[in-house]
């Protein structure tokens, strides 16, 4: 890793744990290698930075939206965290491709399957696209869940210190039952999505509060390598 990433990380996690109380052991689970895709709820610009510090592994990288890019300060942490620039306007084949190439070549790459911030902590309809992405890859899939960054700015101005919390859950593999028609991929991305919701409080849940419960159809439970696990 660039010197100037690890002096960075360690900077931005101080300034974490010094506004925040942080309840982020779990991360450990997280793998340093690939290949493997991270999904994770999306509730503001503090998970980039959350993740990519105390995940702190160059094999890492995530998607980010092509604006943030236009800024020189973003650019510049851009490049440290390995971010891969996506167009949400259309299909962006080209992200698609490097996507699969940093996973291909071991890396482990995270994504939010909502597409945007919710803002308010509360999980929203994951989008289709990223049972395309978890399908072709073909390698295990972690979820994370992560919430309280809701609550940052609010709680700061109050001079209160917000509780931020993150849970990994076991990895699974994406197993399609029948072809992957428009309904397929959506069901898909509501599995997705229902397994990080398992991992929250019921009031951060949203559209998946019951999903979260129930089994999943389209995700087959696997080892860290991609194994199957069987009962």
Known sequence: ???????????????????????VAAMKAIPRTG???????????LEAPLIATFAASPSL???????????????YFARIWNAIP??????????FKRCLEWIDKGGVLGLAPEGTRSRDGILQRGKAGVAMLAQKAGV????????????????????KRPSIHVRV???????PVGSMTKTVRQE????IMASIAALMPVAYRGPYRDSAELPTRHLKPCSRSGAAITS
């Open 1 to 23: 890793m660039r010197i100037d990433a690890v002096l960075v990380n360690a900077l931005i996690r101080g300034i974490f744990r010094l506004l925040c109380r942080m309840d």
């Open 35 to 45: 290949p493997a895709l991270l999904v994770m709820n999306h509730i503001s610009f």
């Open 61 to 75: 990288a995530a998607l980010s939206k092509k604006e943030n890019l236009s800024s020189p300060l973003y650019w």
């Open 86 to 95: 996506i167009d949400r306007g259309g299909v962006d084949t080209e992200s």
């Open 140 to 159: 295990p899939v972690w979820p994370v869940a992560h919430w309280g960054a809701e609550d940052f700015a609010s709680m700061l101005k109050r001079f």
């Open 169 to 175: 859950g076991a990895p699974y593999m994406i197993e």
């Open 188 to 191: 898909v991305a509501d599995d």
